[in-house]
């Protein structure tokens, strides 16, 4: 069974730039059907979908972050990572790597949380 | 506010049924977009719950059902127990916002 685990640093500050990891075992993120996504949960609020990229290294964001979010694969660490440039407060969350499939988001992360602050 | 409305709360006693709705528009699932259902325990990540509208993945009870008509989608909740207080999702893909999209989330609580 598939397994997430995203890694990052838990303090960012205002302005800079957001970098989070996540490391996958038990399956190989350079297959077909499946695609590698982030997803973010500010305090006490709801889910949200920041992106995914796929084994081709091709990619989809959300529009109202894709002029600042990069997502990319590494298939020789098995990896794929997050960046988000520009961070403000309101970046604040826990988030969550997951795997996209034909049944949906059917593995997850355990969340990190980041915290934007000076 | 978000694109696909699901109210902010719902409660029943334990072996009761219950029902949250997922309400959206011509842009998602009344385009035919597939609904998804996630459920998130406190202090856990989310959790895949129902796929395709109606489908479960493998070791989710079917207690857990899907539906979905029109612009609409609905999860049921039999036979509640005290380990369903969780907050639940629904997703579906928006193809005016060209973005996967998520309810606001459902807390639901077991009296």
């Known amino acids: 069974q598939v397994q997430l685990q995203e890694s990052g640093p838990g303090l960012v500050r205002p302005s800079e730039t957001l970098s989070l990891t996540c490391s996958v075992s038990?399956?190989?993120?350079?297959?077909?059907?499946?695609?590698w996504s982030w997803i973010r949960q500010p305090p006490g609020k709801g889910l949200e979908w920041i992106g995914y990229?796929?084994?081709?290294?091709?990619?989809n964001y959300n529009p109202s972050l894709e002029s600042r979010v990069t997502i990319s694969l590494d298939t020789s660490k098995n990896q794929f990572s997050l960046r988000l440039t520009s961070v403000t407060a309101a970046d604040t969350a826990v988030y969550y790597c997951a795997r996209e499939g034909p049944i949906g988001l059917d593995s997850w992360g355990q969340g990190t949380r980041v915290n934007v602050s000076s | 506010q978000s694109v696909l409305t699901q109210p902010p709360s719902v409660s029943g006693a334990p072996g009761q049924k219950v029902t949250i709705s997922c309400t959206g528009s011509g842009s998602n699932i009344g385009t035919g977009y597939d609904v998804f259902w996630y459920q998130q325990l406190p202090g856990s990540a989310p959790r895949l719950l129902i796929y395709a509208n109606k489908n479960r993945p493998s070791g989710v009870p079917d207690r857990f059902s899907g539906f979905r008509s029109g612009a609409s989608a609905s999860l049921a909740i039999t036979a509640l127990q005290a380990e369903d207080e969780a907050v639940y999702y629904c997703q579906s893909y928006d193809n005016s916002l060209s973005a996967w999209l998520f309810g606001g989330g459902t807390e639901l609580t077991v009296l």
């Open positions: 038990g399956g190989s993120v350079n297959i077909g059907s499946y695609y």
């Open positions: 990229v796929y084994f081709s290294g091709s990619t």
